[in-house]
């Protein structure tokens, strides 16, 4: 048993992009203890810490040596080993150099029944401070780093410098080099508040030291929830509730060290703008939290974090004040020229826009997407007036000065300015809603209208990029054709709306010259949605064998599937689910040895015994309801009326031999399964179950 200690690493930087600065500590621990593992280490848990200048981990409980271990290789065989006279030839000593041994070191055993030569021998395990420099240099060469860069004359490479390097291996300094520095046992404290070293003596003090004599929170939850409990405090002092993403959250936890919040104000003057303009230009222009009241109305404050416990904090304060000013009032000035005009007035100059070289303009897709619109709203029983004039306008606001500068405002723009030019409330809606989802879980479009032209604009896309040849690939998806994929489903199940998926496709199809959207490019999409929906319900932990049974019907409606696998999932819930699905898949079995004999309907007077006509009895008894259940899509009320088939199946199977010497009984006996067969397919097929 070897001793054990904790073992410090962290990396002083220049100051890391905030966002990064999480995910680069959580992937440095990860490495880490990975590299250690496969090195034969045995640690306990492990922590990392992460401010702007600092990646660190904390590994507990850390082997001080490998364990000792039996290193054996087989080499060549014994007669290619020897030549005729027995002398060694080149294999076997080139065998016995990559081994640092004589051949006659060597020993000879049978492996699968033939000599080979082999090689054994028992190797002492390396201490820790042996082992540590390579294994710290493999794991940083792993970290994956998007734009590594260099700094002074050397050719280290990481995401930004690296200007100090502790490693602890408890209260010992570990001897290892990298990015042209030597580790050193001490880490450094706040860039003003405490610049100076700071000796860590134990890799368990580390944290506590950086807090108390470094004024860093150097864990970044503890620092993210003291975040948290300071803007709270202040927005509970104006009285308003802060807004703010996780995202953004994130980010700023990422931009401080020591968090000191602090209130500030702005011009009422500037809330004539759309507040969704104020809110972007706050939270990613400066990293401000903004403030709402109780009623959700933007108030003319905000939360800014600083990093430094300032003795003048009002001059902070005024500075970052100063600093909103200008945007807001670019903001506004672009927002006031926008107004001037009407947003359809823009439609011509659409024509200027390039959609995709091979596309056309978006006057092109604007008009494709009002057909597609009209044809889905019918379909849908939806208002095709407002459904047409929304895709008329929906990408008129894409040519204004605020979306130019805010790209995040595509849409809601568009919302603010067609109520500023009379445009019906619905129409307006449905031009914001028609980029939703903007983000995976995001907010779905409410208005049927919304509904229409988000999924007509969205297929569009679809098949055109599909068409041209520029589907997505790995990790490539310049087009934005998986959330598009995505999107569209997730309205059409979630929001239930029942619409023949293949025809939508065709129709969008339709709208592009033939020569590109062909069948087999139609077929793709479809092909490449259904993986995307059977990605979806995977996501949300219906088990696989559900999503294929259901799958393997290809209903043509999203939201007609997901009614299915619901019904299925709960099915199989029943006491006779499990031999349902057995006897299903027995049935199966038999329909697929006699496939391309034609049953036809079951003829009642050739039922000669008792357990067959009592299933042809019940399966007459329950079929017209069934049926009209599945009519219906009350697939779970068929499902458990088909429940009821479970005695007389098992029955008929337990009496019955199908496959009779009397070829009409045979085939009368098909019928009658091919007739069960039928009812459950109506909704699933049940053979692909697992018990």
């Known amino acids: 048993m070897t001793d054990k200690k904790d073992l410090l690493v962290e990396l002083g930087t220049e100051d890391l992009p905030a966002r990064l600065v999480l995910s680069q500590a959580t992937e440095l621990g990860e490495v880490l203890c990975e590299q250690l593992a496969e090195a034969e280490l045995r640690f306990g848990e492990h922590r990392v810490f992460c401010t702007p200048r600092r990646l660190a981990v904390v590994v507990e409980q850390l082997d001080a040596c490998q364990p000792d271990r039996l290193v054996e290789r087989w080499g060549p065989a014994k007669a290619i080993a020897f030549d005729e006279a027995g002398n060694p030839t080149a294999a076997a000593t080139g065998f016995a150099r990559s081994c640092d041994i004589e051949v006659d070191q060597l020993q000879i055993e049978s492996n699968s029944g033939e000599p080979k030569l082999v090689f054994r021998e028992q190797r002492a395990g390396l201490e820790i401070q042996a082992l540590l420099p390579e294994l710290l ?94 803007v709270s405090a202040l927005a509970t002092r104006a009285k308003a509730e802060p807004v703010y993403t996780q995202a953004l959250l994130d980010e700023i936890t990422g931009l401080v060290e020591w968090p000191q919040a602090l209130l500030g104000e702005f011009d009422p003057r500037f809330l004539e703008v759309p507040r969704e303009v104020l809110i972007i230009t706050m939270q990613d222009k400066q990293k401000y939290i903004p403030l709402v009241d109780q009623a959700g109305m933007l108030l003319p404050r905000f939360i800014m974090l600083s990093n430094i416990d300032s003795a003048a904090p009002e001059q902070v304060r005024l500075g970052n004040e100063k600093v909103i000013v200008p945007r807001f009032e670019d903001a506004s000035f672009f927002w006031q020229r926008d107004l001037a005009r009407a947003l359809e007035s823009r439609l011509e100059t659409l024509k200027d826009v390039v959609f995709e070289k091979e596309l056309g303009n978006l006057h092109d897709k604007t008009l494709r997407t009002c057909r597609l619109a009209e044809a889905i709203g019918e379909e849908l029983g939806a208002d095709l007036q407002t459904c047409q004039r929304a895709a008329r306008l929906s990408k008129c606001d894409l040519l204004t000065e605020i979306v130019t500068e805010l790209p995040e405002m595509q849409g809601i723009a568009g919302r603010y300015m067609a109520l500023h030019d009379g445009e019906e409330p619905a129409v307006a809606q449905a031009i914001e809603e028609q980029y939703l989802p903007r983000q995976a879980g995001g907010a779905l479009p409410k208005s049927v209208p919304g509904q229409v032209l988000a999924i007509a604009d969205k297929l569009d896309t679809l098949v055109g990029i599909f068409a041209i040849g520029k589907k997505p690939t790995g990790l490539k998806d310049p087009y934005g054709l998986r959330r598009a994929a995505l999107g569209v489903l997730r309205i059409l199940v979630e929001t239930e709306l029942n619409i023949d998926l293949p025809s939508a496709l065709k129709r ?120 009209d259940l599945f009519h219906q899509r009350q697939y779970e009320q068929a499902l458990r009326k088909l429940a009821g088939l479970r005695q007389p199946i098992d029955s008929f199977f337990d009496h019955v031999m199908v496959m009779d010497d009397d070829e009409a009984l045979k085939i009368n006996r098909i019928a009658l399964l091919a007739r069960i067969d039928a009812l459950f397919m109506h909704v699933a097929d049940f053979s692909r179950l697992q018990s």
């Open 137 to 230: 240099k493999a794991v940083f060469g792993k970290l994956s780093v998007r734009k590594r860069m260099r700094w002074n004359a050397g050719e280290d490479e990481f995401i930004r410098p690296v200007r100090w390097l502790t490693v602890l291996y408890g209260t010992e300094i570990v001897s290892a080099r990298a990015f042209g520095l030597t580790c050193g046992g001490v880490s450094y404290g706040h860039r003003f508040h405490s610049p100076k070293a700071i000796k860590i003596p134990q890799p368990s003090h580390y944290n506590r030291l950086l807090e108390t004599e470094g004024h860093v929170l150097a864990d970044f939850s503890a620092r993210q929830e003291e975040i948290l409990n300071q």
């Open 508 to 627: 969008a199809g339709g709208l592009f010259p033939a020569k590109l959207a062909t069948d087999a490019v139609i077929g793709e999409v479809h092909e490449y949605m259904i993986k995307r929906l059977y990605a979806y319900f995977s996501a949300r932990d219906v088990a696989h064998d559900v999503i294929d049974a259901v799958l393997a019907n290809r209903p043509a409606s999203p939201f007609d599937i997901a009614t299915r696998i619901d019904a299925v999932a709960r099915f199989r819930k029943l006491e006779d689910a499990a031999r349902l699905a057995a006897a299903n898949k027995r049935i199966r079995n038999i329909l697929k040895k006699t496939a391309g004999a034609e049953p036809g309907a079951v003829q009642k007077e050739l039922l000669r015994q008792d357990a067959e006509t009592d299933l042809y009895t019940a399966i007459e008894a329950m079929s017209r309801d069934v049926e």
